[in-house]
């Protein structure tokens, strides 16, 4: 992020209130460590409860936009595709609205624009598994879908445009 300066820094990884971490608990963003890195980006976090603490305190110290999870992310998945997750539809409606969300920030919608593009996604996956009371399980998903959407938070909006 110092050599590049990108505009819009994208996080897919796990987290804590304070961390932001890569998929092998390896800490990127700490809160009062390396935070400094997050000035005039706009962040999306996709790491649990990242948004909490670390989020807030990025604002306060410059961060133009920080979206993320004030909670835990929770992804399901189908057992039967462990091998294949690109074959996945249960976890493809959970990332789905991540992916939404970030594709439309980097086309310049607004940081809330993109967050309720998300939400929308999220609703549109909940009433899918909602309408399906065959699918063993899915008063679950629909369940884990609704926690996702409401714990997702935009910490200052702003255009990346």
Request: aromatic share 10%; glycine share 4%; proline share 2%.
């Amino acid at each position: 992020m110092k050599k590049q300066n990108p505009k819009v820094v994208l996080f897919n990884g796990h987290g804590s209130p304070t961390e932001i971490c890569d998929f092998k608990d390896e800490i990127l963003i700490q809160n009062n460590n390396n935070d400094f890195l997050l000035k005039e980006k706009i962040v999306y976090a996709l790491s649990c409860s990242s948004a909490a603490v670390l989020g807030k305190s990025s604002i306060e110290k410059g961060a133009d936009s920080f979206i993320g999870y004030k909670r835990s992310f929770i992804l399901c998945t189908d057992r039967n595709r462990e091998a294949t997750p690109l074959k996945d539809n249960i976890a493809y409606s959970f990332l789905e609205p991540s992916n939404k969300l970030s594709i439309s920030i980097l086309k310049g919608n607004t940081t809330k624009e993109a967050s309720h593009k998300s939400k929308e996604e999220f609703k549109k996956e909940i009433s899918k598994y909602a309408s399906t009371k065959a699918m063993l399980g899915a008063d679950r998903i629909v369940a884990a879908l609704l926690w996702d959407m409401t714990n997702q938070v935009v910490w200052r909006w702003v255009n990346y445009r």
